[in-house]
């Protein structure tokens, strides 16, 4: 019971963070985002290192800080144009250095595009500078973590067939079911809120099959995330959120949802 109750404690802080950010967008999400790349980077970074990986982490760490600000001021050429200085950075080091492996430069790559070009996907759908951007952040949250808090309680509760024991030995079949209701709940939370609080009207339907969709893949990003542990033979990658692990163990499924959430929403026009 301690340790539900300090689960629920972080939520309820980790819920705050994200209303404050959807409500004062612009450079508050453009900070708040640049620090939980950076945070998401060095845990990476000292996952790998888990393995005898040492990847060069300084552009990556400056991609992480300056990704948002450059999309925020300048647009998205310009933020491919960091992407690209940034790879090009690595490598150059990697021919300057001769300690550096090329399994350290596939490491490095893989931060590239996970987490860095996933999370930069968070900005993608705009600084809240209207309250379509708005909706689209907080449905980036919404559906995983619905899903992910449903398949944790029905998990605990009912949960007897594991589901993938190899990845990840807690999660089970009937928490991943109970997940897939937890996506649809989200999305229909934020669809309650878009017209009292932003006077928009997309069609209730829009935020289920995208919530059904956050689900599936949230769910897969958390394990997805759990195969890097695993690899690495840690259990979470950090300890910032007391029972709820690192930045990565909190982002894994909504970075990962974040994609589909900037797609759709650009595939129905009102992004």
Same mark, same amino acid.
């Given at each position: 019971m301690k340790e539900f109750l300090i689960r629920v404690v972080v939520a309820i802080g980790l819920v705050a963070l994200l209303a404050t950010v959807v409500y004062f967008g612009g450079w508050v999400q453009a900070c708040a985002l640049s620090l939980l790349s950076f945070a998401a980077v060095f845990e990476m970074g000292r996952m790998f290192k888990n393995r005898g990986v040492?990847?060069?982490?300084?552009?990556?760490?400056? #991609?992480?800080?300056?990704?948002? /600000?450059?999309?925020?001021?300048? =647009?998205?050429?310009?933020? @491919?144009?960091?992407?690209? +200085?940034?790879?090009?950075?690595?490598?150059?080091?990697?021919?300057?250095?001769?300690?550096?492996?090329?399994?350290?430069?596939i490491a490095e790559i893989?931060?590239?595009?996970?987490?860095?070009?996933?999370?930069?996907?968070?900005?993608?759908?705009?600084?809240?500078?209207?309250?379509?951007?708005?909706?689209?952040?907080?449905?980036?949250?919404?559906?995983?973590?619905?899903?992910?808090?449903?398949?944790?309680?029905?998990?605990?509760?009912?949960?007897?067939?594991? #589901?993938?024991?190899?990845?990840? /030995?807690?999660?089970?079949?009937? =928490?991943?079911?109970?997940? @897939?209701?937890?996506?649809? +709940?989200?999305?229909?939370?934020v669809w309650l809120l878009q017209e009292p609080l932003w006077g928009i009207n997309i069609h209730w339907?829009?935020?289920?099959?995208?919530?059904?969709?956050?689900a599936v893949i949230g769910q897969f990003g958390d394990l997805f995330a759990s195969t890097f542990k695993r690899w690495a033979g840690i259990k979470d990658f950090g300890t910032i959120f007391p029972k709820h692990g690192g930045i990565m163990d909190r982002l894994d499924s909504a970075m990962m949802f974040a994609p589909w959430v900037v797609v759709s929403f650009n595939l129905i026009g009102v992004a």
């Open positions: 040492d990847i060069c982490a300084w552009p990556l760490m400056l #991609l992480a800080l300056a990704q948002y /600000p450059v999309l925020l001021l300048f =647009g998205a050429g310009w933020t @491919l144009a960091l992407y690209v +200085m940034c790879f090009t950075a690595l490598i150059v080091e990697r021919i300057l250095n001769k300690k550096r492996t090329n399994v350290d430069v893989t931060v590239i595009i996970y987490p860095l070009s996933l999370l930069l996907c968070m900005g993608l759908i705009g600084f809240c500078d209207d309250d379509i951007s708005r909706i689209g952040l907080l449905m980036m949250f919404a559906a995983p973590c619905m899903a992910d808090n449903n398949a944790y309680i029905f998990g605990r509760l009912i949960g007897k067939k594991k #589901l993938c024991p190899s990845i990840s /030995p807690n999660k089970t079949v009937e =928490g991943y079911i109970a997940g @897939l209701i937890g996506g649809p +709940m989200g999305g229909m939370i339907g829009w935020y289920v099959g995208l919530g059904i969709i956050g």
